[in-house]
């Protein structure tokens, strides 16, 4: 019998980060990194395409990290729930691997090579009350200058 729980926070989609239990404690983006030669590859894989040894593990990302590329989505998707406008980017991590990620806030302001760091929010509930939670990204505001 499972007895009454407290509400929960859960990712939206698994195995892109994690949440821990502590409500306290912040999400964090993971990869995959090969014990062997210690690349980094998002989202984790089995085998590393740099060596080919079965040797991964889950680690985690910094959260930080730099536009590659971006493009604008105008077009609202059936189901989705982020809404339009917004930017699809590639972010290129200091870890050595890439993610694709959703910007909403100052999407329009995008430039390649800008820095970008990585933010959670809750974008809606399951039927039994918890909280998903996804990931997205928005531009790193400079200090005054
Ligand atoms: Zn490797």
């Given amino acids: ?12 989609r698994r195995g892109r980060f994690v949440v821990p239990e502590d409500p ?33 593990e889950i680690a985690p990302l910094s959260g930080k990290g730099k536009v590659y590329s971006f493009t604008a989505v ?24 890439q993610m694709h990620a959703v910007v909403t806030e100052d999407y329009d302001k995008l430039q390649v090579d800008q820095d970008i760091e990585v933010y959670f929010e809750k974008i809606t509930e399951d039927k039994e009350g918890n909280d998903l939670i996804v990931d997205k990204f928005r531009i790193v505001k400079k200090s005054q200058e």
């Fill in 1 to 12: 019998m499972t007895e009454a729980v407290a509400k929960k926070r859960l990712p939206l």
């Fill in 24 to 56: 306290n404690k912040q999400p964090y983006l993971i990869a995959g990194r090969c014990k062997n030669c210690g690349k980094y590859f998002a989202p984790p894989r089995h085998i590393c395409l740099n060596c080919g040894k079965q040797m991964m």
């Fill in 74 to 97: 105008w077009q609202q998707l059936p189901g989705a729930l982020v809404k339009v406008p917004y930017a699809i980017v590639i972010v290129s991590f200091p870890e050595g691997c």
